[in-house]
């Protein structure tokens, strides 16, 4: 495929960077990611995605913008209020880039749908704020074997890892099952910083861009931790030996999705 004019110009940054190229922005261009989650983690991760020219995106999410979102989820704004979130998001993201084509799920993530969604893309991201969704979303990858991006936010603190098959632990390797209902106070109850949000989910957006150009090093084995209050990175190396794993391990013993009840915006193990 050859660049337009205005391809070469809006991808000049790239084009000019020994990392990516005009060959690297040609598999940005052909790359399929799925967002799962328009909020506070998936609305900086699909704008900048949509900037950096990945040609197909699929976002789902199943609720409405609502004004207490709008701290945080940069992708909607007020006039957006009561819109379905996928339908926001797919008019800002095609608003800053035409070239990109944007799926939209208006739809709950379950056991009965995810496998069907996920199907058709190189790259998941986790943006969702619950840990039901979390462990449905690794779970589902890892039979897929799908790469994917996990990641959490609450007050001032966040992380986030990658998950790629059969180069390190997945999501269930660290943590085992979703903690008990109400045992970890929620986003409504403990509130989150909303640039939190936007540290965080540009992070899982690099991650994915890296994947696709097959370049760097991605956050496999290892889980990054953010504590913006300390101005702390951590990185934390995860446990090499996955066989004892239930879903990825040698011997799994879950065999199908498992839909968890949990309460909303409590995805971040800290």
């Known amino acids: 495929m050859a660049f337009t004019n205005e391809q070469l110009e809006r991808y000049s940054r790239h084009i000019i960077l020994k990392e990516v190229g005009a060959k690297g922005q040609k598999k940005l261009l052909n790359a399929k990611v799925l967002i799962i989650g328009a909020g506070g983690l998936g609305a900086p991760a699909a704008l900048y995605l949509a900037a950096a020219g990945v040609g197909t995106i699929g976002i789902a999410d199943a609720d409405e913008v609502d004004l207490s979102n709008l701290q945080r989820q940069v992708i909607h704004t007020t006039a ?63 039979m897929a074997k799908k790469p994917f991006s996990h990641a959490g936010i609450i007050r001032f603190k966040g992380q986030l890892m990658t998950y790629v098959p059969g180069q390190g632990p997945c999501y269930r390797c660290v943590f085992k099952n979703p903690p008990p209902k109400d045992a970890v106070p929620t986003c409504k109850q403990a509130g989150v910083i909303g640039a939190m949000g936007g540290v965080i989910g540009s992070l899982q957006a690099m991650e994915a861009i890296k994947y696709i150009l097959g370049t760097g090093d991605l956050l496999t084995g290892y889980l990054l931790t953010y ?44």
């Open 80 to 142: 957006d209020v009561g819109k379905a979130k996928v339908q926001s998001a797919k008019e800002t993201m095609e608003a800053i880039n035409p070239d990109v084509t944007v799926n939209t799920y208006r739809t709950f993530i379950d056991s009965e749908n995810i496998l069907d969604i996920i199907k058709d893309y190189d790259f998941v991201i986790d943006g969702t704020d619950n840990f039901p969704a979390k462990f449905l979303i690794n779970d589902a990858c890892v």
């Open 227 to 270: 504590d913006a209050l300390k101005m702390e990175f951590r990185k934390i190396k995860l446990p090499t030996d996955t066989s004892k794993c239930p879903i990825c391990g040698e011997h799994p013993t879950i065999t199908k999705l498992i839909d968890y009840e949990q309460a909303e915006c409590d995805g971040v193990h800290l």
